[in-house]
């Protein structure tokens, strides 16, 4: 009941019953083919249709011929057919292929009678493709869609640029690597690549860096294609380096990675070259091993670190002792610095670390987790006893050697005889021994050896005495609640000389009595 003479410009400018007005089911619908009056396309364009409300990055693949578009046959259709016609529009790859791509986003009226082999992955045209009559391509239902891959969501940027997201500090946080004009989380990170993104980032005197694997930065979640970028050490510049994607030659593979790997780079100025110390230790003979190396103070990888190595260490802060304790996996935490060395190989005669041999960074790739420890050992023997945080040699808090480690004592029940042992063993013992309670000259940071000490106070020496022996472990977990004994080895106060009166002399007879000279 619609009426139009073919020069209206809208169907609501045609005679009609009114909108609605009508007697019709839908088995009635009308329907159209369009045609245009010349060249719609240029022969070998591609474009992906669909008759529905589709995003712009998938639907049926056609290519124009002789100014007409027609659609893709999907017999024997290969991956590198989708990846080419994405490329070719400007998308990075394809996702999926869709046969009878007419039931996702309606039927196309033109399919062609050919088939296309696309044999190789770096094809960037269809054109570039085999083309193969094959008489079963004909039908409604042969046509080929394709999903390609489009990175456009989120954050755009510059491919190519690096950043550290979420950290509490600017040098440091979750590294993020822009690719395809989108920004992606580094799903594999090594030193040397490391070393150059933290280039990228202005660190350009000293490039350091520290890998973290245990997302401590949190996770973006962001789905991506982009896997990581890798670097050796002929590479120079982030730029020149390999990146990797995920998924096959063919298809683009989305997924969020399974670490999300975290940075952190470095500025110098902390330190003076060739430094060494132990930090974050509970006592000052341990803790995890530092050197300073270009003004950053850096911690030593777990690998091949054995007692020899330690007890070089330790020799070049001036610990003697025999058989350090060794440590690994961060045992102190993975600390502040990166990870400057690797491999540290030391023959025990060394005076110092940086004599013995060892894998330089970046040459080799340790996550923060794997840092080396070390409690050294010191040239005492058991039972030796000292007196510290005195002004004089006689008085002080009581150290005792154990196991070539100076410590404590605890002073729950220090009586005069305990303090009498300690100073005789010193060679005080013609004083007064005076024993002083609640770390009286304060508490070094040292282990608490013993504990309810009971000397009768004529040992020869205070291992003689009864005592409770700590494990290291116990006495450095006590060491903060616990107050240390002290003793004052008082020397006996002088006495005066006996009292002698003077004879009666005459002053004028002073010399008689020794003659004349």
């Known amino acids: ?137 004909g039908a409604y239902n042969d046509a080929l869609g394709v999903v390609c891959y489009d990175p456009s969501a989120g954050d755009s940027c510059e491919s190519g640029e690096v950043r550290l997201v979420d950290g509490k500090t600017d040098d440091e946080g979750r590294v993020e690597y822009c690719y395809d004009g989108a920004w992606a989380p580094v799903c594999s990170l090594n030193s040397y690549t490391a070393s150059l993104m933290c280039q990228k980032l202005g660190y350009t005197q000293f490039t350091w860096g520290t890998i973290y694997d245990d997302q401590r930065f949190g996770d973006s979640n962001i789905q991506s294609n982009f896997n990581y970028v890798y670097c050796n050490s002929g590479h120079t510049d982030l730029d020149d380096c390999y990146v990797y994607n995920k998924g096959s030659s063919c298809y683009i593979s989305t997924s969020t990675c399974g670490t999300e790997y975290g940075l952190r780079c470095y500025n110098p100025g902390e330190c003076t070259d060739g430094e060494v110390r132990l930090a974050d230790g509970v006592i000052e003979q341990e803790g995890r091993p530092e050197v300073c190396i270009n003004g950053v103070w850096g911690s030593i990888c777990h690998s091949s670190w054995n007692t020899l190595d330690g007890y070089v260490f ?125 770390s009286y000259y304060g508490k070094p940071n040292k282990v608490i050896h013993f504990k309810d000490v009971s000397c009768v106070g004529n040992e020869d020496q205070f291992a003689d005495c009864t005592r409770t022996q700590l494990s290291i472990s116990v006495g450095k977990q006590i060491l903060n609640g616990t107050d240390v004994a002290g003793v004052d080895c008082k020397y006996d106060p002088p006495t005066e000389p006996p009292c002698i009166e003077n004879p009666d002399i005459d002053p004028s007879d002073a010399c008689g009595s020794l003659g004349t000279f």
Not at 18 to 28: S, T, V
Not at 58 to 77: D, L, M, P, R
Not at 423 to 435: E, S, Y
């Open 314 to 438: 330790c020799n070049s802060l001036g610990y003697d002792g025999p058989n350090p304790l060794i440590y690994y996996d961060s045992y102190f935490g993975s600390g502040y610095g990166p990870v400057v060395w690797s491999s540290v190989h030391c023959s025990g005669w060394e005076q110092n670390i940086h004599e013995c041999s060892k894998s330089i960074y970046p040459s080799f790739t340790c996550y923060s987790s794997y840092v080396a420890g070390v409690l050294c050992k010191e040239g005492c023997e058991d039972g030796d006893v000292r007196l510290v945080g005195g002004d004089y040699t006689n008085e002080g808090t009581v150290e005792v050697c154990y196991d070539n480690l100076w410590g404590l004592v605890g002073d729950t029940g220090w009586t005069d005889g305990d303090a009498k042992v300690v100073c005789n063993q010193l060679g005080h013992a013609d004083g007064i021994a005076l024993p002083l309670h609640g």
């Open 1 to 137: 009941e619609l009426g139009c003479s073919g020069s209206e410009t809208s169907l609501f400018s045609c005679s009609s019953a009114g909108l609605g007005n009508h007697d019709c089911g839908h088995y009635e619908d009308a329907g159209v083919r369009c045609f245009s009056t010349g060249p719609s396309c240029t022969n070998g364009d591609v474009r992906l249709w669909s008759a529905y409300n589709t995003p712009p990055n998938e639907g049926i693949i056609q290519i124009c011929n002789s100014g007409t578009w027609y659609a893709i046959c999907h017999h024997y259709s290969y991956c590198y057919i989708g990846k080419t016609a994405c490329v070719q529009l400007g998308y990075p790859g394809a996702v999926a292929l869709r046969s009878n791509a007419g039931f996702y986003y309606g039927y196309s009226y033109y399919n062609d009678n050919y088939r296309y082999n696309c044999y190789s992955s770096s094809y960037t045209s269809l054109s570039q493709c085999y083309k193969y009559y094959y008489y079963y391509c």
